[in-house]
Antibody, heavy 122, light 107 residues
C-alpha cells in the first residue's frame, strides 16, 4: 500500500520555526517528485513547494519563498519542510503529496498524506 | 502564474441529480487538469486526471472533459457519498494552482 505519513506539526509563536517530516512507504520514493500542499482552516488548497526526485529542481509558492525550505532523503524515504519566520497566515494543515508524471503526461497528485496541523499563534 | 476559477462556488442538489462543475484557466493548459474530492476532516482524493482519465477505483458516474482553458467535472447521478468539496488543479506549469473549490451540499 502506498502511504505518506506527516509529522512535526504543532503550536509555534510568530517568528518561530518548525520542521515537518513525511515518511513514505509502499513505492520507490526516489523515483518521484514530491510536493507540500497546505489548507488554512475553512479555506481551499494552496500548493506550497515541489522537489524533484533527485532534488535538482525545487519550486516554492511566492507566499513562502525565502522562509521555507524543502528537502528530501531518498535513503530514508523521507520528505521535509523547514519553516522559518512563521506568520499567523501560515496556520494550516500541511499535506505531503506524491506527484505522478507518466511519460511526461498523465500528471496528477496521488496519494495525499493525512496532513499535519501547524498553528502559528502567540 | 496560471489562475483557475471554478463555478459555481456552492451547489445545492438532490440525490440522483446530474451535477456539472466548471473550471476555467487564465491561459491554456492543454489537458493538464486534475479533479479532487475532499470530505470534511479528510485529505483530498484524486478523481480524474489529464482532464478526462478516471482514477482507478473511482465510480463511473464521475467524468471529466475539456482542454485548453475550459474544463468540466460531471457527476451523472449524485449519490449521498458525493456530498463534498471538489477542486480542480492545473499541472501544466508551476505553481501547481488549485481552483477555489465547489462545495456540493444536499438540497
Amino acid at each position: 500500500e502506498v502511504l505518506l505519513v506527516e509529522s512535526g506539526g504543532g503550536l509555534v509563536k510568530p517568528g518561530g520555526s518548525l520542521r515537518l517530516s513525511c515518511a513514505a512507504s509502499g513505492f520507490t520514493f526516489s523515483s518521484y517528485s514530491m510536493n507540500w500542499v497546505r489548507q488554512a482552516p475553512g479555506k481551499g488548497l494552496e500548493w506550497v513547494s515541489l522537489i524533484s526526485s533527485s532534488s535538482n529542481i525545487i519550486y516554492y509558492a511566492d507566499s513562502v519563498k525565502g522562509r521555507f525550505a524543502i528537502s528530501r532523503d531518498n535513503a530514508k524515504n523521507s520528505l521535509y519542510l523547514q519553516m522559518t519566520s512563521l506568520r499567523a497566515e501560515d496556520t494550516a494543515v500541511y499535506y505531503c503529496v506524491r506527484e505522478i508524471n507518466d511519460y511526461g503526461d498523465y500528471r496528477r497528485f496521488d496519494p495525499w498524506g493525512q496532513g499535519t496541523l501547524v498553528t502559528v499563534s502567540s | 502564474d496560471i489562475q483557475l476559477t471554478q463555478s459555481p462556488s456552492f451547489l445545492s442538489a438532490s440525490v440522483g441529480d446530474r451535477v456539472t462543475i466548471t473550471c476555467r484557466a487564465s491561459q491554456g493548459i492543454s489537458s493538464y487538469l486534475a479533479w479532487y474530492q475532499q470530505k470534511p476532516g479528510k485529505a483530498p482524493n484524486l478523481l480524474i486526471y489529464t482532464a478526462s482519465t478516471l482514477q482507478s477505483g473511482v465510480p463511473s458516474r464521475f467524468s471529466g472533459s475539456g482542454s485548453g482553458t475550459e474544463f468540466t467535472l460531471t457527476i451523472s447521478s449524485l449519490q449521498p457519498e458525493d456530498f463534498a468539496t471538489y477542486y480542480c488543479q492545473q499541472l501544466n506549469s508551476y505553481p501547481r494552482a488549485f481552483g477555489q473549490g465547489t462545495k456540493v451540499e444536499i438540497k
